[in-house]
T-cell receptor, first 113, second 115 residues
Framework: GESVGLHLPTLSVQEGDNSIINCAYS??????FIWYKQESGKGPQFIIDIRSNMDKRQGQRVTVLLNKTVKHLSLQIAATQPGDSAVYFCAENLGDSWGKLQFGAGTQVVVTP | ETGVTQSPTHLIKTRGQQVTLRCSSQSGHNTVSWYQQALGQGPQFIFQ???????GRGNFPPRFSGLQFPNYSSELNVNALLLGDSALYLC??????????????FGPGTRLTVL
């Protein structure tokens, strides 16, 4: 996977605005994608997933978009709140068994008042 | 909080030593996956255990080994530690290898520092 060393890409968002986090994936055969949120000192927490037969899926305040043509995934967070401050990772499923995931490098989201 | 626990929380070892990390899976879960997360990077898949058998392995050398017990808890063992093994080690449990990721829960991780 990609490596950005100690300096994660950072998205600074004002409270109440919408956030868009982008991710490029590498394997055109991947058929399942997941977004995770990781707060400091905690393990990744599932946000939303999407299968390759869909191009959009909505959850509570979150929407995931999948563009298989350019191998791009995005996560949109509506009305961003201070509690949304975290590192966000996209992940794709490896192989034929779920639970084996390849994670992207992550994006640090900072919500400002 | 998830029902997945890991021990110890933090650990300091020196190069060449061996380490064992432990993971207790959520009740009802029979599958445990282990990940290594270096500082500032995404988790990297090490291996998965399903019903006490290894069920897939990532690109890690044989000095990374594991076990799963009849109660589905799991251990990760790393021999001949290198400085580059310093990382957060995460385990994730799920009710089966064919289940969706919304049913897979990560523990808080063990922070390993190799000096």
């Amino acid at each position: 996977g990609e490596s950005v060393g100690l300096h994660l890409p950072t998205l600074s968002v004002q409270e109440g605005d919408n956030s868009i986090i982008n991710c490029a994936y590498s394997n055109s055969a991947s058929d399942y994608f997941i977004w995770y949120k990781q707060e400091s000192g905690k393990g990744p927490q599932f946000i939303i997933d999407i299968r390759s037969n869909m191009d959009k899926r909505q959850g509570q305040r979150v929407t995931v978009l999948l563009n298989k043509t350019v191998k791009h995934l995005s996560l949109q967070i509506a009305a961003t709140q201070p509690g949304d401050s975290a590192v966000y990772f996209c992940a794709e499923n490896l192989g034929d068994s779920w639970g084996k995931l390849q994670f992207g490098a992550g994006t640090q989201v900072v919500v400002t008042p | 909080e998830t029902g997945v626990t890991q021990s110890p929380t933090h650990l300091i070892k020196t190069r060449g030593q061996q380490v064992t990390l432990r993971c207790s899976s959520q009740s009802g879960h029979n599958t445990v996956s282990w990940y290594q997360q270096a500082l500032g990077q995404g988790p990297q898949f090490i291996f998965q255990y399903y019903r006490e058998e290894e069920n897939g392995r990532g690109n890690f050398p044989p000095r990374f080994s594991g076990l799963q017990f009849p109660n589905y808890s799991s251990e990760l063992n790393v021999n001949a530690l290198l400085l580059g093994d310093s990382a957060l080690y995460l385990c994730a449990s799920s009710p089966g290898p064919g289940k969706s990721s919304d049913e897979q829960f990560f523990g808080p991780g063990t922070r390993l520092t190799v000096l």
